[in-house]
């Protein structure tokens, strides 16, 4: 039985790092306490044009994994359109759920189909679909005719409802000029603090549904 013991406890433990390791739907990872350990799968919906952050979406729903580059490769080598499963800590980050440090991950697959943003007005922007693809139609702009800044909230309009939107430093969209025009508008759902904010990557995000306003 001493031989057989420390046998059984090895594959035990085997066991228990293998089940540590397969992937929870996303929806159930959100349920979780700050602090756990959890691993998910999902396509990634951004590249470094949002910086050192990487949203994962599946069908239940979104989840972004942050690593500082001096910490690991995961922001350099995980692209948009990327399957990955990630293992990290929950945290929260000015309200915002992320896993942040990550302890794993790996790249399933390449070059997937992005999940087709939720259309939601506004007010409909909550702690539901944060993490997750979404889209505001017939919206306007503030600032409409002036140039894309960094580090800048704008505010999305429709109708008598608002929402913020967040170009980065360093965002593809600064030096571009926002359009005076009926918009539809992409982006990922995110929270600062006590606001959500839409997250555009690119010019692609923001389609001009008319020309110039009346």
Do not use: W
């Amino acid at each position: 039985m001493k031989k057989v013991l420390p046998f059984l406890f090895a594959i035990v433990g085997i066991v228990f790092s293998m089940n540590a390791q397969t992937p929870i739907d996303i929806a159930a990872a959100r349920l979780q306490d700050t602090g756990t350990v959890v691993t998910i799968q999902g396509v990634v919906t951004n590249g470094s044009e949002l910086g050192n952050i990487r949203y994962i979406q599946d069908p239940t729903g979104g989840l972004p994994a942050f690593q500082n580059p001096t910490a690991g490769d995961f922001v350099s080598k995980v692209k948009r359109g990327d399957v990955v499963k990630v293992t990290g800590k929950l945290k929260d980050f000015n309200k915002l759920l992320e896993l942040d440090p990550l302890t794993s991950y790996s790249i399933i697959s390449t070059g997937a189909v992005l999940p087709t943003p939720k259309t939601l007005t506004p007010f409909q922007m909550t702690e539901t679909y944060e993490g997750q693809l979404v889209q505001f139609e017939n919206c306007t702009m503030s600032n409409a005719g002036e140039l894309f800044k960094g580090n800048t909230t704008y505010t999305i309009t429709q109708g008598t409802q608002t929402c913020a939107l967040f170009v980065r430093t360093g965002h593809p969209l600064v030096g571009k000029t926002i359009p005076a025009a009926n918009l539809k508008i992409v982006g990922i759902a995110s929270q600062f603090k006590d606001a959500y904010q839409l997250l555009p990557r690119d010019e692609n995000d923001i389609i001009v549904l008319s020309s110039f306003l009346s």
